[in-house]
């Protein structure tokens, strides 16, 4: 079964760290541009961050610049993203999809493949 796996994800303080992680099952990742989308209740899907399939080349979203980190290890078939000083307004489902045109094109484009989705949750 092909599929993304998110985890990683919880109940963290403001100014706290997070690190998600978005692991392959039943394909190779290292062909794939990777994106991070979140999404808060009643709030449309936001693109956050994406790294290309050789992780030369990400891009972020204004919101999280300076914060948040994306990386990928394609010897463990995973795609990081280290989220630090985390803020109230971040709190929301984070979601990893994966794209076969390698490289990010934008983060409306029809992505391939989904992950299911892991919670985080900023709150004192």
């Known amino acids: 079964q092909l599929q993304l796996v998110e985890s990683g994800g919880g109940l963290v303080q403001p100014g706290g760290s997070l690190r998600l992680s978005c692991e392959a099952s039943?394909?190779?990742?290292?062909?794939?541009?990777i994106a991070w989308f979140r999404q808060a209740p009643g709030k449309e899907r936001e693109g956050v961050s994406c790294i290309s399939y050789s992780g030369r080349s990400s891009n972020y979203a204004d919101s999280v610049k300076g914060r948040f980190t994306i990386s990928r290890d394609n010897a463990k078939n995973t795609v990081y993203l280290q989220m630090n000083s985390l803020k109230p307004e971040d709190t929301a489902s984070y979601y990893c999809?994966?794209?076969?045109?390698?490289?990010?094109?934008?983060?409306?484009?029809?992505?391939?493949?989904w992950g299911q989705g892991t919670q985080v949750t900023v709150s004192s």
């Open positions: 999809a994966a794209d076969r045109s390698r490289y990010c094109l934008g983060y409306g484009r029809d992505y391939d493949y």
């Open positions: 039943g394909f190779t990742l290292d062909s794939y541009a």
